[in-house]
């Protein structure tokens, strides 16, 4: 037999080298391309602020922690109703009529995930029908996001009666502090721009009229989270403390949405 020239040698080794590395690059997957982070995403909270509720919650039953994630078909389904109730802007007489004209299950639907002040018509009108849960009160277990959603929905009702929720979230003993942004010439929300109150002096303008309010978010250590709710006419802030174990209010802040001119 006639042994292979050393040209010929050398392409043979060439062309072996060329497969073998071709059969390796097959055999290897690309890596996958890295997670680019949502520019919505939303702010990073401290766990023991914002831990979700594990446990499932019927449809009638009282309304989950609003920190655990809602599903994509109830926030499109609550986005419809609320876009239906804001068409014409509906003064509260309308808006309440509104709200009555839904069915059961929208009402707990608009209550548990709804803008605020169509969500506390709602909790109102299914605590008459005897589901007393879905009134905003404070709980000694909810967390600084379940109170937040509380206090939004107090927010939609008028002066008078935000008085008789607002006192269930001061501390016993104590006072809150109040401090409420306007813009040069606008009258003063509260006396000077700022107060302190107490559940005995509590008046119930030191939360401001919330208009088609929904949350924010909440922010900060388990000992002090601050937590807010965005409003058409104000942004609101809220600062919770511990007193004996449980959260209260430790001061509410608003600042006008619009800007000043």
Do not use: K
């Not at 277990?141 to 006192?167: K, N």
């Not at 409420?180 to 107060?195: K, M, N, Q």
């Not at 002096?201 to 208009?211: A, F, K, S, Y």
């Amino acid at each position: 037999m006639t042994m292979p020239g050393t040209a010929t040698r050398l392409l043979i080794l060439g062309l072996g080298l060329g497969l073998g590395l071709a059969t390796g690059c097959d055999r290897r997957r690309p890596a996958p391309p890295p997670t680019i982070a949502s520019p919505r995403a939303a702010p990073a909270v401290d766990a023991a602020v914002t831990a979700p509720d594990a446990a499932a919650t019927p449809a009638d039953a009282a309304p989950p922690d609003p920190a655990a994630a809602a599903p994509a078909a109830d926030l499109a389904a609550v986005r419809a109703i609320d876009q239906r109730l804001d068409a014409d802007r509906l003064d509260d007489a309308a808006l309440r009529a509104a709200v009555a004209a839904l069915t059961p299950a929208e009402q707990r639907l608009l209550a548990r995930l709804g803008a605020c002040d169509g969500a506390m018509f709602a909790a109102e009108l299914r605590a008459s029908a005897g589901e007393p849960a879905w009134v905003p009160r404070r709980d000694a277990a909810a967390t600084p996001a379940a109170l937040t959603r509380a206090l939004c929905l107090v927010a939609g009702l008028d002066r008078a009666s935000r008085q008789g929720y607002l006192r269930d979230f001061l501390p016993p003993t104590g006072e809150v502090e109040i401090f409420h942004e306007v813009c040069p010439g606008d009258p003063p929300l509260v006396a000077r721009g700022r107060d302190a109150v107490s559940r005995a002096t509590v008046r119930g303008d030191e939360l401001p009229r919330g208009q088609r309010a929904n949350g924010d978010g909440c922010v900060g250590p388990a000992s002090a989270p601050r937590c807010g709710f965005v409003a058409d006419n104000r942004s609101f802030e809220l600062t919770f403390q511990i007193v004996d174990g449980e959260l209260y209010l430790a001061s509410i802040v608003s600042n006008p949405m619009t800007g000043c001119y």
